[in-house]
T-cell receptor
Framework: DAGVTQSPTHLIKTRGQQVTLRCSPK?????VSWYQQALGQGPQFIFQ???????QRGNFPDRFSGHQFPNYSSELNVNALLLGDSALYLC???????????FGPGTRLTVL | AQTVTQSQPEMSVQEAETVTLSCTYDTSESDYYLFWYKQPPSRQMILVIRQEAYKQQNATENRFSVNFQKAAKSFSLKISDSQLGDAAMYFCASHGSISSGSARQLTFGSGTQLTVLP
């Protein structure tokens, strides 16, 4: 049973660039959430996708956007990258909005 | 809105001993869920234990158990017979019920780094 997978593992970008991170949910899961984890801190909720729509959003600017595809996989897009966007980005999936949440291994984004 | 506070940035325990990690939370919701996640150096976030707030019985998973004090809004994690593989960052987290609008939006504490000494 495949768990949550994310790509790429690591990414280096420069300020002002745009980045796309990808996530495939655990088999059988249909809900995907994204979290940002800065070094030494707990993860912060970015948004959640269910039935291909953004259902809930945390306190993140519009530079952060996402998408969910019919196969439940998801993308996180960040525009106009800032140094402060450097973090580990975690994807999490669940079965329905009420299921137990499982996390992927994360994508480490470094903005120079 | 929910807040989760972990007041112990670092803890250490001798192998085979017992350690308790503290967590307090605040929520205005009557129905909510509490979790402990473990994040080893690999950075993979792993669910350790889960507690539904409406259940009075404390959750237990093998060597891991919680002390859930609802009135005090306290949710501590006890690790018995500590093993070297238990060394990790431990996060306390919570979310509300699906009807509350904050469904499955996990709110995390700042974490406790646990060191297991051989």
């Amino acid at each position: 049973d495949a768990g949550v997978t994310q790509s790429p593992t690591h990414l280096i970008k420069t300020r002002g660039q745009q980045v796309t991170l990808r996530c495939s949910p655990k088999s059988g899961h249909d809900t995907v959430s994204w979290y940002q984890q800065a070094l030494g801190q707990g993860p912060q909720f970015i948004f959640q996708y269910y039935e291909e729509e953004e259902r809930q959003r945390g306190n993140f600017p519009d530079r952060f956007s996402g998408h969910q595809f019919p196969n439940y996989s998801s993308e996180l897009n960040v525009n106009a990258l800032l140094l402060g966007d450097s973090a580990l980005y975690l994807c999490a999936s669940s079965l329905g909005r009420g299921g137990i949440v499982f996390f992927g291994p994360g994508t480490r984004l470094t903005v120079l | 809105a929910q807040t989760v506070t972990q007041s112990q940035p670092e803890m250490s325990v001798q192998e085979a001993e017992t350690v308790t990690l503290s967590c307090t939370y605040d929520t205005s919701e009557s129905d909510y869920y509490l979790f402990w996640y473990k994040q080893p150096p690999s950075r993979q976030m792993i669910l350790v234990i889960r507690q539904e707030a409406y259940k009075q019985q404390n959750a237990t998973e093998n060597r891991f158990s919680v002390n859930f004090q609802k009135a005090a809004k306290s949710f501590s994690l006890k690790i018995s017979d500590s093993q070297l593989g238990d060394a990790a960052m431990y996060f306390c987290a919570s979310h509300g019920s699906i009807s509350s609008g904050s469904a499955r939006q996990l709110t995390f504490g700042s974490g406790t780094q646990l060191t297991v000494l051989p």
